[in-house]
C-alpha cells in the first residue's frame, strides 16, 4: 500500500523559513517522479514543485521560485521542501503526492499525503 | 503560464442526475488535462489522467473527454458519495496549474 506522511509543517514567522519532509512506502520510491502540491484554508489546489526520478527535471510555481527548494533522497525515500522567505500567502496545508506516471515528472498525481499545515503569521 | 477555469463553480444536482463539468485552457494542453475528486478534509483523489483515461478503481460512472482547450467530466449517474469538489488540472506545461474546482452539492 502505498502511504505517503508529511512532516515538518507549523507555525512560523514572515520571513522566516521551514523544511517539510514526506516519507514515502509502498512502491519503489526511485521509480517515480514527486510534487508538493498546497491549499490554502478554503480555498483550491495550487502546484508548488516537482521532481523527476534523479532529481534531473524540476519545476516550480511562479509564486514560490526563488524561495522554495524542492529535494529528495532517494537511499532514505524521502521527498522534502525547503521554504525560505515566507510570506503570509503561503499559509496553506501541503501535500506530498506521487507522480502518475514514472520517473519522469509527467505532472498529474495519483497518490497522495494526508497533508501537514503551514502558518506564516507574526 | 496556462490558466484553467472550469463551470460551473457550484452545480446542484439529485441522485440519478447526469452531471457535466467543463475545464478550459488558456492555451492549447492536447489532452494533459487530469480530474480530481475531493472531499472535506481529506486528500484529493485522482478520477481521470491523459483527458479520458480513468484511474484504476474509479468507478464506470466517472467519464472524461475533449482535446485542446476545451474538456469535461461527466458523471453518469449521481451517487451520494460523489457531492464533491472536482478540480481539472492541466500537465502540459510548467506549472502545472489547476482549475478553481466546481463544488457539487445537494439539491
Known amino acids: 500500500e502505498v502511504q505517503l506522511v508529511e512532516s515538518g509543517g507549523g507555525l512560523v514567522q514572515p520571513g522566516r523559513s521551514l523544511r517539510l519532509s514526506c516519507a514515502a512506502s509502498g512502491f519503489t520510491f526511485d521509480d517515480y517522479a514527486m510534487h508538493w502540491v498546497r491549499q490554502a484554508p478554503g480555498k483550491g489546489l495550487e502546484w508548488v514543485s516537482g521532481?523527476?526520478?534523479?532529481?534531473?527535471?524540476?519545476g516550480y510555481a511562479d509564486s514560490v521560485k526563488g524561495r522554495f527548494t524542492i529535494s529528495r533522497d532517494n537511499a532514505k525515500n524521502s521527498l522534502y521542501l525547503q521554504m525560505n522567505s515566507l510570506r503570509a500567502e503561503d499559509t496553506a496545508l501541503y501535500y506530498c503526492?506521487?507522480?502518475?506516471?514514472?520517473?519522469?515528472?509527467?505532472?498529474?498525481?495519483?497518490?497522495w499525503g494526508q497533508g501537514t499545515l503551514v502558518t506564516v503569521s507574526s | 503560464d496556462i490558466q484553467m477555469t472550469q463551470s460551473p463553480s457550484t452545480l446542484s444536482a439529485s441522485v440519478g442526475d447526469r452531471v457535466t463539468i467543463t475545464c478550459r485552457a488558456s492555451q492549447s494542453i492536447s489532452s494533459w488535462l487530469a480530474w480530481y475528486q475531493q472531499k472535506p478534509g481529506k486528500a484529493p483523489k485522482l478520477l481521470i489522467y491523459k483527458a479520458s483515461s480513468l484511474e484504476s478503481g474509479v468507478p464506470s460512472r466517472f467519464s472524461g473527454s475533449g482535446s485542446g482547450t476545451e474538456f469535461t467530466l461527466t458523471i453518469s449517474s449521481l451517487q451520494p458519495d460523489d457531492f464533491a469538489t472536482y478540480y481539472c488540472q492541466q500537465y502540459n506545461s510548467y506549472p502545472f496549474t489547476f482549475g478553481p474546482g466546481t463544488k457539487v452539492d445537494i439539491k
Open positions: 521532481i523527476s526520478w534523479n532529481s534531473g527535471s524540476i
Open positions: 503526492a506521487k507522480d502518475g506516471e514514472g520517473g519522469i515528472l509527467t505532472g498529474y498525481c495519483d497518490y
